[in-house]
């Protein structure tokens, strides 16, 4: 019975240490995997329950048919096993790599649309659920694209692309060694920053216009004193509750749509 337990217990150790590169290799949950279809990505293999045929199943079957996807019907307890989300709803998909977007190429998206750059930059955001949430945000304010740090830093797990819904499929996120250093690189370009800071000028009394790079921070520090020190502006939401802080993926909606307000998009 010991050494059942033991053996389970690592076999939990293996899958929770699994690399970075083989949790970005697979997407798990039906919006997920039907966005990764719809979006051109290559789905190289699709692990589906057992007697599961409902609507989006069989959704996700026909685009595998239309892209040649070998598909495999496997136990919900395989697709248990195989699960680092543990809300795969009955599909799991193993896709091509995730190609992180360059600094650039979030650049040429706003030139491409006639657009001032509108960049969302995370400092050491760390939980998988928040960045797949400020990455939908993202998405839908219209942003051009998300800059994450490459260290102590969370990048597109399932976990993260789940949480998207299927944004990371549309939203370009560059992952890059110093973030300081791109803000510097971003401002010799003509972008200018505003940090999500609770201790600064209210957001509604700040200039949140033309090519803007919004900062916000880890879940626990917030945006780093040196990343703040870089930045242009520091934006405080108004709060009148008892309590003083918000969710990091809440904040950077709010801030994210208070820049779309005075932008006019």
Known sequence: MKKEYEKKREEGVKK??????????????RNPVIEA???????????????????????ILRNAKKADTI???????????????????GVIARVSAYEYASVDDILKKAEE???APFIILLDGIE???NLGAIIRTACLAGAHGVIIRKHRAVGLTPAAVRA?????????????????????????KGVWFVSADMKGKSMYELPLT?????????????????????????????????????????????????IVRQRGI
């Open 16 to 29: 929770r240490r699994m690399a970075p590169e083989e949790l970005e290799g697979r997407v798990e949950g």
């Open 37 to 59: 279809f719809r979006s051109g990505r290559t789905v190289e293999k699709l692990y589906v329950q057992e007697g599961v045929k409902d609507g989006p199943i069989e959704t």
């Open 71 to 89: 598909v495999s019907f496997v136990s919900k307890e395989r697709l248990d096993e195989m699960s680092e989300t543990g809300r795969h709803q």
């Open 113 to 115: 649309a006639g657009e």
């Open 127 to 129: 939980d998988p659920h």
């Open 164 to 188: 998207s819904a299927g944004a990371v499929h549309y939203v370009p996120v560059a992952r890059v060694l110093n973030l300081g250093s791109e803000i510097e690189r971003l401002k010799e």
């Open 210 to 258: 033309g090519p803007i790079g919004l900062v916000v921070g880890s879940e626990g520090e917030g945006v780093g004193r040196l990343i703040s020190e870089k930045c242009d502006f520091h934006a405080a939401i108004p709060m009148k509750g008892a309590i003083d802080s918000l969710n990091a993926s809440v904040a950077a909606g709010v801030l994210m749509y208070e």
